[in-house]
């Protein structure tokens, strides 16, 4: 941990203080600092020698020396949740945690203990006990960490209710040892997934070659250096403040020094400093998978307030965290309760970057009873979801209660969230007679439905979601459309939509676009390679990184950023990647023995690296690493999936019909199984199950020519004419231009003349 101590100081004394202070209160008794001075020549430098409410002033030196100057926003800030992110133990706030208590929790006991000068925790599973050495946080709940064998800190799952005084678990899912996700695995590293948002000037300082941390920071906590900067290397020697007083920053540069923390992103460094660019130093997550964001963007997991933010027309508008947040307490600048903060705009039309608030009126805006708790403007827009299974926070991308797309598609509604009794169409059938028939809220119906489709892998989902982002004109949306359509970007309509993206402004929508134009070679364009804002080049990169000579500063640009991820295994996954592309196959792999050692649970690495193998003529030892993977995951599909490719690969026809059945028993809408199991019973003889499997596959997709083609081309070669000529007329229906059924049907025909 580096530590900043105050610059020693000669004292002069002044012989008359207590005189002084009997004079006419020049020195206030109380006062919270005092003039010292170094000479009589130099101007007074202030020192801050009064009390807060923060934890531990000695240990923020620097944010001292602010207060000497700003001592109210000092003690603002002294009370709030960002003073209290990361703290030392101390008897008052951690003693009675730590009074022999226990919790049951994934498989094992934890019990928390003291003995002079330690807390303790101990591990009935593991049989292992550490000292817990910090705690994050003070209400409504505390966490505590461990040293990591690895020179890091792993955070305990188990928290301490402050109010309900108990320990309880912030995961409601089973986490066993061994999971990633367990505490004592990867995904609860304090450095990697939490320190960055706690500290302040945090490095990481990960050694991929001995994979240790060696972590520091500046000053525990979210202090004022954190979000007030550039930070000068010294002291200025006249006033003693930190901050260059020649920088101002913008609103935009604060609100990304917010958006820092306050977003669910991947870090592509941890040199961020205030008034730096959020996306050149993080990717922000969208909403382009399921169970992360529900489709219309609300908060569905920990997803923080960035994304919401984004995707709002509040966000487009130019709102920021600090309209409605005060800086140094984190508080709502004014009520949510009487609806006075949102109403400050809403009520006046106050324009924010020139774009005037809609004035609302709301009486007429909500069907609920003035005064009611569901008149208040957060209760509808903003409502709250659990995070750590006890702590309530809202959602930030305003969204309209729509009861219509939870009846579609299961995403809360405000409605009966509050009025728990009633059913989703009873708030349906009072939206439309209060709103009418065409409510505000059914505009953004399409966009939902097909992102939601897209979610559940519906081929039709590729000309909804480009309708919607050609009608879409919020710029984070435009990128989350763009980022869903990927996996269709060979399509000549996919590859036009991102070709008119890459005009944006906005950097999320350029690099989603070169995403998709990479496929077809678009982004090893120069221009796109040194675009101003990094996630763009870097995508440039990595789309075109199959070219580019791997010692090119795009192309360190993008290894640096890759390593700096290298301490989770998506990170070395990707690393890997990049080696393939170089040819550095030894290097490759030993990153993805690294992966599966640091997450023996993933899916994605046990797919990853048996495809490698495969890749590389080893298929043995493929098929051998998928029969481990479903042994371990037993209920993944695709690793089913894989297994049953490689075990035909092998020759082992039944085994890779018992592996396609396991993963149509876990997903039996997985239409490319269906096929391969098809063809499996064709080559075990076993002709009639693979008629059915080809019949049930043209019964659930009723628009590809696949399966009535396989199975035209089936009953064909049993000189089942009649069924034949059905099932390619079927095929020539659905794919008109479609030569091979309409050549097989010709055939069909000259057999039964």
């Not at 909403?287 to 307030?305: A, H, I, K, L, S």
């Not at 009025?419 to 349906?428: I, V, Y």
């Not at 039709?460 to 979601?465: D, G, H, P, W």
């Not at 590389?616 to 098929?623: I, M, N, Y």
């Amino acid at each position: 941990m580096m530590k900043t101590n105050q610059q020693s100081t000669r004292v002069k004394t002044i012989r008359a203080l207590a005189v002084l202070g009997g004079l006419g209160g020049l020195i206030a008794f109380g006062s919270f600092y005092q003039y010292i001075f170094q000479s009589s020549e130099k101007p007074a430098v202030k020192e801050y020698l009064g009390g807060s409410g923060h934890w531990n002033q000695k240990a923020v030196p620097i944010s001292m020396q602010c207060a000497a100057c700003h001592e109210k926003e000092f003690k603002q800030w002294a009370s709030s949740h960002h003073a209290w992110a990361f703290r030392e133990l101390d008897d008052k706030y951690d003693a009675e945690a730590f009074h022999h208590g226990s919790l049951k929790a994934h498989g094992s006991t934890l019990t928390f203990s003291t003995t002079p000068g330690k807390r303790l925790v101990s591990d009935f599973g593991s049989k292992q006990q550490w000292q817990v050495t910090w705690a994050t946080g003070y209400h409504p709940l505390v966490q505590y960490l461990v040293p990591s064998p690895d020179g890091g800190y792993h955070t305990l799952s188990a928290a301490w209710d402050v109010s309900k005084k108990e320990w309880f678990d912030i995961f409601s899912d089973s986490r066993e040892y061994g999971d990633w996700g367990h505490w004592l695995g990867r995904g609860m590293n304090w450095n990697s997934q939490c320190a960055w948002c706690h500290m302040s000037h945090f490095s990481k300082n990960y050694s991929l070659s001995t994979q240790k941390y060696a972590s520091t920071w500046r000053e525990p906590g979210v202090t004022c250096i954190q979000c007030h900067g550039p930070l000068l290397s010294q002291r200025d020697a006249t006033t003693g403040c930190m901050i260059d007083p020649a920088k101002k920053l913008t609103a935009k540069q604060v609100h990304d020094n917010c958006a820092s923390c306050h977003a669910r992103r991947e870090e592509l460094d941890d040199k961020f400093r205030v008034g730096a660019k959020f996306d050149n130093h993080f990717r922000l997550e969208l909403p382009v998978r399921e169970g992360v964001f529900w489709p219309n963007g609300m908060q569905r997991d920990e997803d923080y307030c960035e994304t919401g933010l984004r995707l709002s027309r509040m966000g487009k508008a130019g709102v920021t965290c600090l309209d409605c947040h005060n800086a140094h307490t984190g508080e709502l600048r004014l009520p949510q309760e009487d609806n006075s903060l949102c109403m400050r705009c809403h009520g006046t039309g106050e324009k924010v970057n020139g774009i005037a608030a809609p004035i609302i009126d709301i009486v007429t805006h909500t069907p609920c009873k003035q005064g009611s708790k569901g008149a208040r403007c957060v209760e509808c827009h903003m409502p709250e979801s659990l995070y750590m299974a006890r702590d309530p926070r809202r959602d930030h991308s305003w969204n309209s209660p729509d009861p219509q797309m939870s009846i579609e598609l299961g995403i809360p509604n405000a409605c009966t969230q509050c009025h728990k009794d009633k059913s989703n169409e009873w708030a349906r059938d009072v939206v439309n007679q209060f709103y009418g028939a065409k409510p505000k809220m059914a505009r953004y119906r399409e966009r939902t439905r097909a992102v939601q489709a897209a979610y559940d892998g519906k081929p039709e989902s590729v000309n909804k979601l480009l309708e919607s982002f050609y009608r879409e004109d919020v710029p984070a949306w435009q990128a989350t459309l763009l980022e869903i359509l990927h996996p269709w970007a060979q399509e000549d309509s996919v590859q036009s939509a991102a070709a008119q993206a890459l005009k944006s402004d906005d950097p999320l929508v350029r690099a989603m676009a070169v995403k998709i134009l990479g496929v077809q070679g678009v982004a090893r364009n120069p221009r796109l390679l040194s675009d101003p804002i990094r996630i763009v080049r870097l995508e440039a990169a990595l789309a075109a990184q199959q070219v580019l000579p791997p010692n090119s500063a795009v192309m360190k640009e993008t290894r640096t950023a890759i390593e700096h991820r290298a301490d989770q295994p998506s990170g070395l996954m990707h690393l890997a990647q990049l080696c393939m592309s170089a040819q550095q196959m030894d290097e490759a792999e030993r990153y993805m023995k690294q992966a599966l050692e640091l997450d023996p649970a993933s899916p994605v690495v046990y797919r990853d690296y048996a495809v490698f193998l495969a890749g590389l003529g080893r298929q043995e030892e493929a098929v051998l690493l998928l029969r481990q993977s479903v042994t371990v995951i037993p209920k993944d599909a695709e690793l089913w999936y894989l297994l049953g490719l490689g075990e035909m690969e092998n020759g082992d026809a039944r085994a890779a019909e018992k592996a396609f059945s396991q993963a149509l028993d876990l997903a039996p809408d997985r239409l490319d199984v269906l096929y391969n199991r098809a063809l499996v019973f064709q080559y075990l003889g076993e002709v009639e199950n693979a008629l059915q499997d080809l019949r049930l596959g043209a019964e659930k997709d009723k628009h590809s020519a696949n399966f009535p083609y396989a199975l035209a081309y089936m009953l064909y070669e049993l000189k089942r004419y009649n069924e034949a000529r059905d099932a390619a007329h079927e095929a020539l229906r659905r794919e008109p231009t479609h030569e091979a059924a309409r050549q097989l049907l010709e055939s069909v025909t000259r057999q039964i003349r």
